[in-house]
């Protein structure tokens, strides 16, 4: 169980985070270091077995329906970017903790860092395919939520917008290819999946299958031309951009190029599409980057092009080439994490990443600069760090490569753009600390504190332990992750700073020696470049974006208007329209079982419902009125289904009934007492011709169901393993808790949002139009002399604990007899309504301990809990448990976990009631303020 501590310990602290927010900043930071240390642990501790041969593994069964487990593995490729996911993970939250203002609400922007780290090392660590998919998905919205974690500024806003659109985008294009994948392959296990190549390359889906899972690899590690995103998540803090930009996001592309290669891979199709993207990425990047004067846009465009020399040599398909990409994971990782924590350290100290307006560092910032220079020069590919053997690796494979039949193509090009490289790195490293500042106006005082200068000097140190000791320190992690990556073929790895003179050196001499002129010769170049056309990827996005989001507004224009009598007209055409097709083709007939008599009582009932009903529709001017005659129709409903043997229904339809009628009128305070008529005569006509259509229609329908004989079905199910599979005689609460518990999840969270929805929606109501307009409906209103009558506020407290005491006995009753958490929990929203009605909204929200906001999270986290602990214990998710304890005096009694699941259900339920009350007191105290201020 050590790998679901692995997976689970950064989304433990990313809660912890949220639940202690108003903790001091040292708290956030102790705890985000501890769950990245501690996973760091749990992989050290397995290191040894998985680079001796042993897979740690783990399955546990999630949603079995579905093929989707918590299947996870440890094998080499999973430790290594587990280990760069973890190790620079703890390295940037020791940088944040100096970096970040003391104004920054760091709780919110640890809590984002350790859901994204979360959802990294589960990519890392999934062996099933929908379980990776669930995690990649988690990457896209985690790294949104980072890169606009400054949402006062606009850019950080579009380049969170920007980057959701591109990766999520291409997510949906991966979800395709996996599900094409494990058709083909037939199984969702990665390890069963991976060793069936040659059935997959067989197949005619393959080409599909191919350029499906390439669109979510290349969008999310940005490689030609989906690359523009990742220079706008700049905006996002320093530390984020030296997480993002080293071990996470945008390795995540290329873990799945690499983890799919036995099964994808060794065709002329992936050769010819991944190889040259890979290689036209490199050339490209290097090249922007080259002519960028922000650090950071320098070491945005320098990603893109060593992510495209790592696509590239994925993409060469063979054995060598692949050991060369993982040995410059290694390496990328370590020189690229250091410099964006270099530009991090120049902007923190001068209050600017312009390099035209630096220059110098070295003689002011010697410290700075020995790190920002060690770094450059790993990227540049110089000797003795461990960029130049990768380098060398790759010069040596592009020497080997043709393409297009040209046996000079690969290499001259990768030759141009390692010179472009090893020119914007030295440009980085020289003009930045030795070059003549150009203006005046930049003071950078002195080198920051340890805990800026600590990681970036760790991972500095790493980038050249990697040149001096290649074989020692990386040999047996490259090899291993290699032979995961090849699937099983042992690679003849040879790591050194030297391996004689041969045709990859003297590329590589020459690029630097070309580089190095060019940067002479830099202002003139950089001037020529500058009057030369080149296409904007990004004004060209916005150009699509732009009409493609006024072409959907004139859609919408079109479908979806402020007319609720519209979308219930359309509704209910579509609707009878169907059941009329339906009803001809196949014919809706009544069965031949035998009716039960309608007793009078029945007969009254129904008679008193269509009483009510008519008189809802008569005086639908006359809001109050029209309420208390819905209540009629509800209320007998309810005595429906009591005479029916259906008490827990019954009981839910009356709480409901009255939590219902108390909201709606407080809504009734915030409506005009003498609404408009809206409706000409002839569209009454129209919409009643429609409604009786739909009516009649759906009765028949009903009519038929019920007078065939029953059959066998899942009710039968249900009813016969209630207490046997779910230890509980009361079958309803059993199926909501148990058999269909993912249904209510699933419902609660809806219930969850819709109560979000209200308070967003009705947060700006006071304000603006819809504050003027209630402001003069207020106008109107007569309100009574006695705003709190004392025999109503008496009688409701004394009711609150009995009503309370009432509450928990049917929630705690629910599981084998009539109640439950969702009955108990409106019986606890009335008693708490009833104090908002008789005391007023002022009294009652002073004494109250729990915010909506709350009990909504706090339910729905209890929940899933609920459900996760299942896991542990190998069931199912969801899973529930029973057993009978007996204690002196109390006698025998039964727990069930369902009983902490139903709490959730009544914590979620309560908030969102309480949600909606609170939104309509509150509209109605700030549009009395808004009356006072004016009267003032």
Same mark, same amino acid.
């Given at each position: 169980m050590s790998l679901v501590a692995l997976m689970a310990l950064p989304f433990v602290a990313a809660l912890l985070l949220v639940a202690f927010r108003h903790a001091p900043r040292g708290v956030h930071f102790l705890i985000a270091a501890a769950a990245s240390g501690g996973g760091l642990a749990i992989l050290i501790a397995h290191a040894g077995a998985v680079l001796s041969g042993q897979t740690p593994a783990v399955a546990l069964a999630w949603v079995p329906a579905l093929g989707l487990d918590l299947s996870l593995w440890l094998d080499p490729l999973a430790l290594l970017f587990a280990g760069l996911i973890l190790g620079i993970g703890l390295l940037v939250v020791l940088y944040a903790q100096g970096y970040l203002a003391r104004t920054e609400p760091t709780a919110k922007f640890l809590s984002f860092l350790m859901l994204f780290q979360g959802a990294m090392v589960g990519i890392a660590l999934s062996s099933n395919v929908l379980l990776m998919l669930v995690f990649w998905e988690l990457t896209s919205l985690a790294s949104f939520l980072l890169i606009g974690f400054w949402r006062e500024r606009a850019d950080a806003r579009q380049g969170a917008r920007m980057a959701l659109t591109i990766t999520g985008g291409g997510g949906l294009a991966l979800i395709a290819g996996m599900v094409l994948l494990v058709n083909v392959a037939g199984s969702y296990d990665l390890a069963t999946i991976l060793s069936r190549a040659d059935l997959v390359q067989a197949s005619p889906l393959y080409p599909a299958i191919l350029l499906l899972i390439l669109a979510g690899a290349f969008t999310k590690s940005a490689q030609f031309p989906f690359h523009f995103w990742l220079p706008h998540a700049m905006a996002a803090p320093t530390p984020v951009s030296a997480y993002l930009h080293s071990a996470t996001m945008v390795k995540a592309g290329v873990f799945l190029l690499a983890r799919l290669w036995p099964v994808l891979a060794g065709t002329d199709l992936w050769f010819a599409i991944v190889a040259p993207v890979g290689l036209l990425t490199m050339l490209f990047g290097a090249g922007v980057a080259l002519f960028r004067h922000d650090l950071k846009a320098i070491l945005a465009y320098s990603t893109i092009s060593q992510l495209g020399l790592m696509v590239m040599l994925l993409g060469f398909g063979t054995g060598a080439a692949v050991v060369a990409a993982i040995f410059h994971i290694l390496n990328h990782a370590a020189f690229k994490a250091a410099l964006f924590m270099h530009a991090g350290i120049v902007d923190h100290e001068t209050g600017t990443r312009d390099i035209r307006r630096l220059g110098g560092l070295a003689a002011i910032m010697p410290l700075t600069a020995t790190l920002g220079v060690l770094a450059a020069a790993a990227m540049a590919g110089l000797p003795p760090l461990g960029g130049f053997i990768s380098k060398e690796m790759m010069l040596e494979e592009s020497a080997d490569t043709v393409l297009a039949g040209r046996a000079l193509l690969v290499p001259a090009l990768a030759t141009i753009a390692a010179m472009l490289s090893a020119a914007y790195s030295l440009r980085y490293a020289v003009a930045l600390h030795f070059g003549r500042r150009q203006t005046g106006d930049v003071a950078a005082l002195h080198d920051p504190g340890a805990m800026l200068l600590g990681p970036p000097a760790v991972l500095g140190a790493f980038a050249l332990a990697l040149g001096l000791l290649p074989m020692t320190l990386a040999g047996p992690l490259v090899a291993a992750a290699s032979s995961a990556v090849t699937g099983g073929a042992k690679p003849d790895l040879h790591l050194a700073l030297w391996h004689g003179i041969n045709p990859a050196l003297l590329m590589s001499l020459g690029a630097v020696a070309v580089a190095v002129l060019l940067l002479f010769r830099y202002s003139a170049i950089a001037a020529l470049v500058a009057r030369l056309p080149s296409p904007d990827a990004k004004r060209l996005f916005d150009i699509v974006m732009t009409a493609s989001v006024d072409a959907l507004r004139r859609v919408t224009g079109v479908l979806h208007v402020a007319s609720l009598q519209r979308y219930l007209a359309v509704l209910f055409v579509v609707a009878v329209a169907l059941g009329l097709d339906a009803a001809l083709r196949f014919g809706v007939t009544a069965g031949a079982r035998a009716t039960a008599p309608a007793?009078?009582?029945?007969?009254?009932?129904?008679?008193?419902?269509?009483?009510?009903?008519?008189?809802?529709?008569?005086?639908?001017?006359?809001?109050?009125?029209?309420?208390?005659?819905?209540? #009629?129709?509800?209320? $007998?409903?309810?005595?429906?289904?009591?005479?029916?043997?259906?008490?827990?229904?019954?009981?839910?339809?009356?709480? $409901? *009934?009255?939590?219902?009628?108390?909201?709606?009128?407080?809504? !009734?305070?915030?409506?005009?007492?003498?609404?408009?008529?809206?409706?000409?005569?002839?569209?009454?006509?129209?919409?009643?011709?429609?409604?009786?259509?739909?009516?009649?229609?759906?009765?028949?329908?009903?009519?038929?169901?019920?007078?065939?004989?029953?059959?066998?079905?899942?009710?039968?199910?249900?009813?016969?393993?209630?207490?046997?599979?779910?230890?509980?005689?009361?079958?309803?609460?059993?199926?909501?808790?148990?058999?269909?518990?993912?249904?209510?999840?699933?419902?609660?969270?809806?219930?969850?949002?819709?109560?979000?929805?209200?308070?967003?929606?009705? *947060?700006?109501?006071?304000?603006?139009?819809?504050?003027?307009?209630?402001?003069?409906?207020?106008?109107?209103?007569?309100?009574?002399? *006695?705003?709190?009558?004392?025999?109503?506020?008496?009688?409701?407290?004394?009711?609150?604990?009995?009503? !309370?005491?009432?509450?928990?006995?049917?929630?705690?009753?629910?599981?084998?007899?009539?109640?439950?958490?969702?009955?108990?929990?409106? #019986?606890?929203?009335?008693?708490?309504?009833?104090?908002?009605?008789?005391?007023?909204?002022?009294?009652?929200?002073?004494?109250?301990?729990?915010?909506?906001?709350?009990?909504? @999270?706090?339910?729905?986290?209890?929940?899933?809990?609920?459900?996760?602990?299942?896991?542990?214990? @190998?069931?199912?998710?969801?899973?529930?448990?029973?057993?009978?304890?007996?204690?002196?005096?109390?006698?025998?009694? *039964?727990?069930?976990?369902?009983?902490?699941?139903?709490?959730? #259900?009544?914590?979620?339920?309560?908030?969102?009631v309480m949600m909606a009350l609170a939104q309509l007191a509150h509209v109605s105290q700030r549009a009395a303020k808004h009356d006072d201020g004016d009267a003032a």
């Open positions: 007793s009078p009582v029945a007969i009254v009932a129904w008679a008193a419902l269509i009483v009510a009903t008519v008189a809802v529709l008569a005086a639908d001017r006359r809001r109050y009125l029209a309420l208390i005659f819905i209540s #009629v129709i509800g209320l $007998v409903i309810a005595l429906a289904f009591i005479h029916l043997s259906a008490p827990d229904l019954a009981l839910t339809q009356i709480a $409901v *009934e009255v939590v219902t009628i108390l909201l709606m009128l407080l809504a !009734l305070h915030l409506l005009p007492g003498h609404p408009p008529r809206l409706s000409t005569a002839t569209r009454r006509v129209r919409d009643g011709v429609i409604a009786a259509v739909g009516g009649l229609g759906t009765g028949w329908l009903a009519w038929a169901v019920m007078t065939r004989p029953e059959r066998a079905g899942v009710s039968r199910f249900h009813w016969d393993h209630s207490y046997s599979g779910g230890g509980g005689t009361n079958v309803v609460n059993v199926t909501l808790v148990d058999f269909r518990a993912f249904d209510t999840l699933g419902e609660i969270i809806v219930l969850g949002i819709a109560g979000l929805a209200i308070y967003a929606l009705l *947060e700006p109501a006071a304000r603006g139009v819809a504050g003027r307009r209630l402001r003069a409906w207020r106008s109107q209103d007569r309100h009574s002399p *006695e705003l709190h009558p004392m025999m109503f506020v008496m009688a409701t407290r004394l009711l609150l604990p009995l009503a !309370l005491l009432v509450g928990s006995y049917i929630f705690l009753r629910g599981h084998n007899q009539p109640g439950g958490g969702f009955i108990a929990a409106l #019986v606890f929203s009335i008693a708490i309504l009833l104090q908002y009605l008789a005391s007023g909204f002022d009294w009652t929200d002073e004494r109250r301990k729990f915010g909506e906001h709350n009990l909504i @999270g706090i339910g729905v986290l209890i929940a899933i809990a609920t459900g996760l602990g299942s896991l542990v214990f @190998g069931a199912p998710f969801l899973s529930s448990s029973f057993d009978y304890f007996h204690l002196p005096l109390i006698g025998e009694f *039964e727990l069930a976990t369902a009983l902490l699941f139903d709490l959730g #259900v009544a914590s979620v339920v309560v908030g969102a």
